[in-house]
């Protein structure tokens, strides 16, 4: 079992920085995929970066170049720093985690979530 909470979200104008921070408990963190989702009012929940165990990355077009996705498996936190936001990066971020090697990009692959932080960027 795996806890997440996550932190870091807030207001920021266009154009701006936000690094959002998720802490984990467990003693097995690091052989566990985590990965960034969104969702905004109306729309499906959609992936934004994730990072296997070893440290592969991947991000969703519409955040690479701006997102940058880091793992601390000593402090069991996954970071992830979000420059030039834009107003369509408005949305509640979530951490998440699986158990199992790989990134997926669908939410239904993961097991574990946190209960979302709001991060909205203003025009």
């Known amino acids: 079992q795996v806890q997440l909470v996550e932190s870091g979200g807030g207001l920021v104008q266009t154009g701006g920085s936000l690094r959002l921070s998720c802490a984990a408990s467990g003693r097995t963190f690091g052989s566990y995929t985590m990965g960034w989702f969104r969702q905004a009012p109306g729309k499906e929940r959609e992936f934004v970066a994730g990072?296997?165990?070893?440290?592969?990355?991947s991000y969703a077009d519409s955040v690479k170049g701006r997102f940058t996705i880091s793992r601390d498996n000593a402090k069991n936190t996954v970071n992830l720093q979000m420059n030039i936001l834009l107003p369509d990066d408005t949305a509640i971020y979530y951490c998440a985690a699986r158990p199992r090697f790989g990134v997926p990009t669908d939410w239904r692959d993961y097991n574990y979530w946190g209960q979302g932080t709001q991060v909205t960027v203003s025009s």
């Open positions: 990072i296997s165990w070893t440290g592969g990355t």
